[in-house]
């Protein structure tokens, strides 16, 4: 049985998702991949960093969470006011970061995968602010130190994307891609192509955890953004910034250019895209063709595979040299859905 020291730093959707998870999985992760997770630490904004070296009882901290006591009540914890800190004294063999997104500047996410990293543990992240604007550092860091940074579950939840592109499909030389990776504002559409209000239906993805701490984020179309950056970074190997992608949000869009759109046969869909403005000689290296990278609403005509795609599931159609069309579609946001992102992670960290 191999044994896995887990710590998460941050618990709110998507930590308590993977606890959840690993609560309710623990026998078949014995039984199926001869892994023990052991939760030891556990960290949010609001009480701090805890541990305890025997492990967590998970369920307590469930209960904890949903009643919105502090973590601290947990009995026999080590206690640190701050979670850097915390880790830096207490270590593990991996951290999952699921504090939440920021695009600014990545903290605390980023201060806290440099640490795990430095201090030779894996990680693995849903944070979409560090693997957007650090990727490149990130995964150098993870190799000068011997460990595996994975993120699954920043780009369509825990819907294999990231490791069908890089393992899945290793060897194909993408040419571009076209998808929609914002669960909250795919939500929103849909509903209002049947006829419903842009507010009530924003209030509803954010009650069901799809929506960043700031919608804004989703409807303005940065988190998709994001998500963009993180595949340039990981499948064309470019470092681009946020302004280098051309962004359009949905917030200019009414209910009667929904419905006149499906009059016409199309949808209205948040669209986001990669595309290698020269297509590179077999065999070449495709770093140094120029790559433009777009955010933006697309009436798509019906056949289109993206166009039937609603509510809170997003779809990537992937073109390459050797693969003309790949369309993976999968739930894009949620609590157990981003949980499975990260639970994958672990297991390919445990398989190594
Ligand atoms: N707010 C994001 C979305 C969460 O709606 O897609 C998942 O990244």
Redesign the pocket.
Known sequence: MKQLRLSIIGFGTVGQGLAELLFGKEALLKQDYGLDVKLVSVANSRHGFIYRENGLDISMLLELAAARRPLTEHPGVSHWDNALEGLRATGGDVLAEATG?NLRDAEPGVSHIRTALSQGMHVVT?N?GPAALYAQELFALAQAHGVQLRLE?????GTPVISTLREGMAGAQVQAMRGI???????ILSAMAAGRDYTDVLTE?QAQG???AD?T??VEGY??VA?TLILAALVFGRSLRPEQVARQGITHITREQMQQAREQGKRIKLVASLRLLQEPAAGANTQTAPLEARVEPMALPENDPLARVDG?I?AIAIQSDTLPEVTVIGP???RLQ?GQGLLSDLIAIARK
């Open positions: 997104t849903a979409k579950s920043t780009v369509m939840a990776l914002n669960g909250t504002t795919n939500y993805a799809y929506a960043e919608p984020a989703d988190d998709a998500k809170v997003n894009g946001a949620g981003t």
